[in-house]
Nanobody, 121 residues
Framework: QVQLVESGGGLVQPGGSLRLSCAAS????????MGWYRQAPGKVRESVAL???????SYEDSVKGRFSISRDNAKNTIYLEMNSLVPEDTAVYYC???????????????WGQGTQVTVSS
């Protein structure tokens, strides 16, 4: 099983920056794609940024040029650097990964508990 623990959320003014972290722990064979999703009140959860085990990244259009995802495979940790934040970025941010609990197990999704990001003056 994989446990994901996020940190780094909080309240920030428009134009400000925040850095989220997500550390994976537990017993597993391998972790593949990791990423960040967010869910604003009354809206569906959406993908924000993804990073493969090889370091290939992809971003949701509204965050391109402002957010940057990175990964430390040795620490099983990903980061989300968020700059030029706007009120529309306000949401609960969830860490996600695809992983196998053991070599013969299927790949499945794991989720963190979420961290609140609020952009407001």
């Amino acid at each position: 099983q994989v446990q994901l623990v996020e940190s780094g959320g909080g309240l920030v003014q428009p134009g400000g920056s925040l850095r989220l972290s997500c550390a994976a722990s537990g017993t597993f064979f391998n972790i593949y794609t990791m990423g960040w999703y967010r869910q604003a009140p009354g809206k569906v959860r959406e993908s924000v940024a993804l990073i493969t085990i090889a370091g290939v990244t992809s971003y949701e259009d509204s965050v391109k040029g402002r957010f940057s995802i990175s990964r430390d495979n040795a620490k099983n940790t990903i980061y989300l650097e968020m700059n030029s934040l706007v009120p529309e970025d306000t949401a609960v941010y969830y860490c996600n990964c695809n992983a196998k609990s053991h070599i013969y197990a299927p790949v499945r999704d794991y989720w963190g508990q979420g961290t609140q990001v609020t952009v407001s003056s």
